[in-house]
């Protein structure tokens, strides 16, 4: 039996709507990840707090078969009714991701994927050649394959070209919390993708994730935000309002920006230059 707290019934709050990615139906559009957390108590109770029902997982993680402190990360997480997208996190190559990927699918029972090919260990940049092989192999395998990508409109597209389900731009280097640095790039795929686009890497506050989805992003991917903050509980929490809040945003429609002012308050009926001459 788990010594771990029972999890809460997960209720959307308002402005929380269904929406698709890679055929499940999810209400919330936040994605978490499951590492770095300081314990795996805070984990749950962060994923609780976010209101995800989506996570991603390192295959070494969650193996059914494999279990840690004699409990399965993987009977934790489905316990609460979330669902699993393994990733091929730490492939350098296609070749790496594709066995990475069969491997998740055969030992947790899903063809979706969060694919990750890297360029080097220390900028953890993907290496967009070795994605699109990937991709294009793994599409053909039968996989719904959202891949972890450059914020390059034109890669993106190439991505969408070759029959991936979403993608994943960068907002910035994985793990370093600059949040979105290149905006309008994040709003041209937007503009041009016929499939849901997720701010994936480089959130490091609430702020950010508001930003991405005033974009019109369908979703953001985070991990070390949430499980790096002093309080990863209450950080879920900022989160998850960040993310009502932006979409509500994007929907509403910004007022246009101007170069310069504007009164809001009507100018008939102010004091005229006459009137103020007038006065004792």
């Not at 066995?99 to 994927?113: D, F, H, W």
Request: proline share 6%; charged share 20%; with cysteine.
């Amino acid at each position: 039996m788990s010594d771990h707290a029972a999890a809460p019934k997960r209720i959307p709050l308002p402005g929380e709507e269904p929406w698709e990615l890679a055929g499940l139906t999810l209400t919330s559009r936040l994605l978490l990840g499951t590492s770095r957390y300081p314990s795996t108590q805070v984990l749950l109770d962060s994923l609780d707090a976010s209101g995800t029902g989506l996570v991603t997982v390192a295959l070494r993680r969650v193996d059914p078969n494999r279990a840690e402190d004699g409990e399965s990360l993987y009977d934790l997480l489905t316990e609460r009714g979330l669902h699993l997208l393994p990733n091929t996190a730490g492939c350098f190559t296609a070749k790496e991701a594709v066995l990475t990927a069969e491997l998740g699918r055969e030992a947790l029972g899903t063809s979706r994927v969060k694919l990750e090919v890297i360029a080097d260990e220390e900028t953890l940049l993907p290496d967009v050649e070795e994605l699109l092989v990937a991709a294009r192999e793994l599409v053909a395998r039968n996989f719904q394959v959202l891949p972890y990508t450059t914020d390059d409109p034109i890669i993106a597209r190439r991505l969408e070209e070759v029959g991936c389900v979403a993608v994943m731009p960068l907002g910035a280097p994985i793990g370093s919390g600059l949040g979105i640095r290149n905006p309008h790039n994040i709003q041209m795929i937007k503009e041009r993708a016929g499939v849901p686009v997720i701010v994936d890497a480089g959130v490091g506050t609430a702020s950010d994730v508001a930003v991405a989805f005033e974009l019109g992003c369908d979703g953001v991917l985070m991990n070390t935000a949430v499980a790096q903050a002093r309080q990863p509980v209450r950080m879920a929490r900022a989160m998850r309002a960040a993310a009502i809040a932006g979409r509500e945003a994007f929907l509403a429609g910004r007022m246009p920006k101007r170069f310069y002012g504007e009164a809001s308050s009507p100018m008939d009926g102010r004091i005229s230059a006459a009137q103020q001459a007038a006065w004792p």
